[in-house]
């Protein structure tokens, strides 16, 4: 069945170094989340891309939509340390429901 | 401020108890999902409902049940708990609609730890 597969699992990055983790489903999306967990929380609800070719920026975090919207990526601009956490994307399948990648831990060293 | 809450942070349970893991939102969605968090294997989905009384099966239902009596309250029952079971399990709701409208957010519980022995 569709699933939506997420690179990379693991990111060690310093300080004020730029962080990208990358989104990929076998079929065409007609949307995509992304969620952030930070350590020891619940994922919270960052944004969603619906059409084709789109960017959303929200302070440092890029966000895009692939043209073919078969994949999206999440870009950090100069992290910080409250930007550790594991980033999720999630893309729908029937209903209501999402298929969710297997998550981006992102580390950030001071 | 829109809740979803979950009854239990932490629990620990022994092998072949019975188990209950309850979840109660404010936010009168219709929709309510059961998912469990492993690492490395992401969320996954166990149950969901799309109204009361209403249950569909996710990707791992095997071991699990759940029960929707009330639209607010989603109850994730381990019928005989057992090792493998052991996992983060996060409830989550959203409302039912398009998604062009947003309505098909998900706002998370803090999840429940279980641990079984």
């Known amino acids: 069945g569709q699933q939506v597969m997420q690179i990379p699992q693991y990111q060690h990055v310093q300080e004020g170094e730029d962080f990208t983790t990358y989104c990929n489903s076998s079929?065409?999306?007609?949307?995509i989340q992304w969620y952030k967990q930070r350590p020891g929380g619940h994922p919270v609800f960052l944004i969603q891309l619906v059409k084709s070719g789109e960017v959303k920026k929200q302070k440092r975090l890029t966000f895009q939509f692939g043209e073919a919207k078969k994949n999206s990526s999440l870009h950090i601009t100069a992290t910080q340390t409250t930007d550790v956490g594991t980033y999720f994307c999630?893309?729908?399948?029937?209903?209501?429901?999402?298929?969710f990648g297997t998550g981006t831990s992102l580390t950030v060293i001071p | 401020d829109v809740k979803v809450t979950q009854s239990s942070r932490y629990l620990v349970k022994r092998t072949g108890e019975k188990v209950f893991l309850e979840c109660v939102q404010d936010m009168d969605h219709e929709n309510m999902f059961w998912y469990r968090q492993d690492p490395g294997l992401g969320l996954r989905l166990i149950y969901f409902s799309y109204d009361v009384k209403m249950k569909e099966k996710g990707d791992i239902p095997e071991g699990y049940s759940v029960s929707r009596e009330k639209k607010e309250r989603f109850s994730l029952i381990l019928e005989s708990a057992s090792t493998n079971q052991t996992s983060m399990y996060l409830c989550a709701s959203s409302l039912q609609g398009r998604y062009e409208s947003g309505a098909n957010v998900l706002t998370f519980g803090a999840g429940s730890r279980l641990t079984v022995l």
């Open positions: 079929t065409t999306l007609s949307n």
């Open positions: 999630a893309g729908p399948r029937t209903g209501n429901q999402f298929y």
